[in-house]
């Protein structure tokens, strides 16, 4: 295998396991909340978080590295009706912003 298909296998289990973890998360924290209180929930997030953002992130660039040029990564997004890749990628990003602004609202306990 060369470079560019570890790159694909990188980014496929870590966007997945960050993906998982958020899942795994929020099911804990509503069962933290019932039993040992919002507070402990909170606390617990907050340091689940920190972990699951920087492996999406990790994967994300990881997918950098299967394109040909990554300077034109722009490119791969353009096909968005007809390319599985480009929804990924697209999928991919909304989840991160979704997810960020999600850890926000959490350390700032907003909402």
């Not at 689940?48 to 490119?75: Q, R």
Request: no cysteine; proline share 2%; net charge neutral.
């Amino acid at each position: 295998m060369n470079i560019q298909e570890w790159a694909l296998v990188a980014f496929t289990l870590l966007a997945q396991m960050s993906v998982g973890a958020f899942w795994v998360l929020g099911a804990v924290h509503f069962y933290a909340q019932r039993k040992a209180g919002e507070e402990e929930a909170d606390r617990l997030s907050d340091r689940a978080l920190v972990v699951i953002g920087p492996l999406l992130v990790l994967g994300l660039l990881a997918s950098f590295l299967h394109l040909g040029d990554p300077l034109s990564a722009f490119n791969a997004v353009a096909n968005i009706g007809s390319s599985w890749l480009s929804r990924e990628i697209l999928f991919g990003v909304l989840f991160a912003i979704a997810g960020g602004l999600f850890a926000l609202m959490q350390w700032r306990k907003w909402g």
